[in-house]
Nanobody, 126 residues
Framework: QVQLVESGGGLVQAGGALRLSCAVS????????MGWFRQAPGKEREFAGI???????SYADSVKGRFTISRDNAKNTVYLQMNSLKPEDTAVYYC????????????????????WGQGTQVTVSS
């Protein structure tokens, strides 16, 4: 079965940076669109961004200009570089995979994705 494993979370001060990784096994990574979501305490899980198989990425307004998604198809890994972190970025961060057929899908919606990682905690102190 396809498995996704996030890593790289931790505690960082406001203004700092973290780089999260999501390693994918058991599937055709190069065919997946890879999304990042986050869930803050007491809030719904929300979309942060997505990277397509060709390397193009889109982001939620809340993280645009601060977060960057990249992928290394040779390593079956997607990355989330988070800069200028704010306390409101505190959340459990999840990666998710969608087998992309080329047809439209609502990339910001959780129900669209086929596989999910277990999440990694990011805590930003003030």
């Amino acid at each position: 079965q396809v498995q996704l494993v996030e890593s790289g979370g931790g505690l960082v001060q406001a203004g700092g940076a973290l780089r999260l990784s999501c390693a994918v096994s058991g599937g055709a990574f190069s065919r997946y669109a890879m999304g990042w979501f986050r869930q803050a305490p007491g809030k719904e899980r929300e979309f942060a961004g997505i990277i397509w198989s060709g390397g193009s990425a889109s982001y939620a307004d809340s993280v645009k200009g601060r977060f960057t998604i990249s992928r290394d198809n040779a390593k079956n890994t997607v990355y989330l570089q988070m800069n200028s972190l704010k306390p409101e970025d505190t959340a459990v961060y999840y990666c998710a995979a969608k087998y992309y057929s080329g047809r439209y899908f609502a990339s910001s919606h959780r129900y669209e994705y086929d596989y999910w990682g277990q999440g990694t905690q990011v805590t930003v102190s003030s």
